[in-house]
């Protein structure tokens, strides 16, 4: 059984203001992510399919030229391959789950935890 407190974990910074805990499966990666406000997370896009939950916080969220802005509870669905931004308007804590799994961000993630 594989398993981790994502609540005690210590956060990853892949960039200023980013605070990231992964876990991955073999099909799904769930991310435990902080964003300070003011924060972007930039237009991109990818092959995986994306929950993404509001816990606290405020985000605006752009999908596919849609913009919305997300409070605790919240959550948006990103189908594949669909253009996708966010920006913290407060600090901000999401959920964020990805099927299949993330294993390019996972690699990244772990070259980070190994520095």
């Given at each position: 059984m594989k398993t981790e407190n994502?609540?005690?974990?210590a956060h990853l910074n892949?960039?200023?203001?980013?605070?990231?805990?992964p876990f991955s499966g073999e099909n799904t990666t769930l991310?435990?992510?902080?964003?300070e406000a003011g924060k972007v997370a930039p237009r991109h896009n990818h092959i995986h399919e994306q929950l993404t939950l509001v816990v606290s916080g405020?985000?605006?969220?752009?999908?596919?030229?849609?913009?919305r802005v997300?409070?605790?509870g919240e959550v948006v669905f990103?189908?594949?391959n669909a253009f996708h931004s966010a920006?913290?308007?407060?600090?901000?804590?999401?959920?964020?789950?990805f099927s299949p799994a993330r294993t390019d961000?996972?690699?990244?993630?772990?070259?980070?935890?190994g520095s």
């Open positions: 994502l609540f005690e974990k892949p960039a200023e203001g980013f605070h990231i805990r991310l435990h992510i902080r964003l405020e985000l605006e969220y752009e999908l596919e030229g849609e913009v997300l409070t605790a990103v189908p594949s920006k913290a308007l407060t600090d901000t804590i999401v959920i964020e789950a961000l996972m690699e990244k993630l772990a070259a980070l935890e």
